[in-house]
């Protein structure tokens, strides 16, 4: 290496030197300070047991129909397919930023052939280069490192949210076919009633031409029984939506439809029910569990990497590089020293003479932050406030199911009398049809609170987080 090439390499170091100490006079802005999750109690106030809920909470219902139908959900649901693809970008994202940390490499290669003006038909000249270059940004600053925590942060926010999807596609697998279950059943006792009812307008205009009954009568029982009629289709049109939000949440094609409506209603079945008390958790769990949380939280620390980005550019960015060119003219002369060249040497890249414009991303970077950070706040309030509502609701309509068992044994009771009275002349059937109509109201509301009770046991879980990590999520959908 020559004495000149020396001098010179030591005045552009020097120069770097200079600018460095200036960069270092830079004044940084205070970061914003990422706050805590609302203070949450010990106990959810619903009175839920504290006990860990369990990742695959479908199976308390013990409804082998409902567990395929689930899993089969996540396998074969397009939503979750989108979101496999986002966490994959993000991946590839984060693989990217960690190239980043480290040298990169690149080439270049060309050859030329040509016969020069006034030279001999068989003279040809060839010339041939070849380039090899190699940079390293010096992470001085720790710009590198934090774009590379940003992507980590971004991976997992893609991750947790596919994990919401599929929260949500269990929880309204799981709706549709409890809706399903409570159309089934209210249709049941719809054509159970309207079966008695139709007995009993027989029985009465027998009466009638026995002299027994009045046209009164007839038309009393006639209405009753035609107003029980007109709800069955209603029903009816609530078991079709529910196998249609069915055959969408499975992705089965329109051709099977049919096939998974049959399959479905062969043997209709009872409306699931939880086996045992359902056990919550408690508030703290709910931070760590739910993926709207986990996704808003993770979203934070990106933006506070973000951040750091920004600040970075306060000061220079060094990189090194490092070039070899090879030039080789005529095929097969040797390659002498004049044929290869090289260079070396940081460089340094510095907003350093205006420093306004990276001041202002960085109040724009804080100001994104700042609202990230409220959003992540008002989501873990949401959360809170969802569980707890999801579980109130749900001892509320557990508190009337007693109830409502009880007044359908009386009304039951209040039928048998009434028939009994009617037959011995007491009463007259006007009193048999309110004993009929109170019983119809009183299986429809029991049938119609089952149902209820199961599906604010599903939005129960589905506040609570559902599914808790991707490994769980994976043997889902494997079967």
Request: net charge negative.
């Amino acid at each position: 290496m020559s004495e000149k090439w020396v001098s010179r390499y030591a005045r552009l170091s020097g120069g770097a030197v200079v600018v460095l100490m200036i960069a270092g006079c830079a004044s940084v802005p205070d970061r914003p300070v990422a706050e805590a999750a609302p203070a949450v109690g010990d106990a959810f106030r619903a009175g839920a047991s504290s006990d860990p809920v369990s990742s695959e909470w479908w199976a308390g219902f013990s409804d082998p129909v409902l567990a395929s139908l689930v899993n089969t959900t996540l396998q074969a649901s397009p939503a979750l397919r989108g979101a496999d693809f986002s966490v994959a970008e993000a991946e590839a994202a984060l693989r990217l930023a960690l190239l980043g940390a480290s040298p990169t490499a690149s080439t270049r290669a060309g050859i030329t052939a040509g016969r020069p003006t006034g030279t001999s038909a068989d003279r040809l000249n060839v010339s041939a280069t070849g380039t090899l270059a190699a940079s390293w940004e010096f992470d001085a600053f720790g710009r590198i490192a934090a774009l590379v925590e940003a992507a980590r942060y971004d991976a997992a926010t893609a991750r947790e949210l596919r994990r919401d999807i599929a929260v949500t596609l269990a929880s309204e697998t799981a709706l549709a076919y409890i809706n399903l279950r409570g159309a089934e059943a209210r249709l049941e006792v719809g054509r159970r009633n309207a079966q008695t009812q139709v007995e009993g307008l027989e029985l009465v205009r027998t009466l009638f031409d026995n002299g027994r009954a009045t046209q009164l009568d007839i038309e009393q029982a006639e209405t009753l029984y035609r107003t029980t009629l007109a709800s069955l289709p209603v029903y009816e049109a609530d078991r079709e939506a529910a196998i249609s939000r069915l055959a969408a949440l499975t992705a089965a094609p329109a051709s099977s439809a049919d096939a998974l409506l049959q399959q479905l209603t062969a043997s209709p079945g009872l409306i699931p029910a939880l086996e045992a008390p359902m056990t919550a958790g408690t508030p703290e769990d709910l931070l760590r569990r739910r993926p709207d949380i986990r996704a808003a939280e993770a979203q934070v620390g990106a933006a506070l990497a973000l951040g750091e980005v920004a600040r970075a550019d306060l000061f220079p960015r060094i990189t090194l590089n490092a070039n070899l060119l090879g030039l080789v003219r005529n095929t097969g002369v040797a390659v002498s020293d004049e044929s290869l060249g090289f260079d070396f040497g940081p460089a340094i890249t510095w907003a350093g003479p205006d420093l306004r414009g990276v001041y202002a991303n960085i109040d724009a970077t804080d100001a994104r932050t700042g609202q990230i950070i409220a959003n992540y706040q008002s989501t873990v309030l949401d959360a809170l406030a969802d569980a707890e509502t999801a579980l109130t609701d749900l001892a509320s309509e557990n508190r009337r199911t007693a109830d409502l068992e009880a007044a359908l044994a009386s009304a039951r009771r209040a039928l048998d009398l009434a028939r009994l009275r009617y037959r011995e002349g007491l009463d007259s059937y006007l009193n048999v049809l309110d004993a009929q109509r109170s019983l119809l109201d009183a299986e429809d509301r029991l049938a119609v609170n089952r149902a209820e009770t199961a599906r604010r046991a599903v939005r129960a879980y589905r506040s609570l987080g559902g599914i808790w990590t991707d490994e769980e999520l994976a043997a889902y959908r494997a079967g």
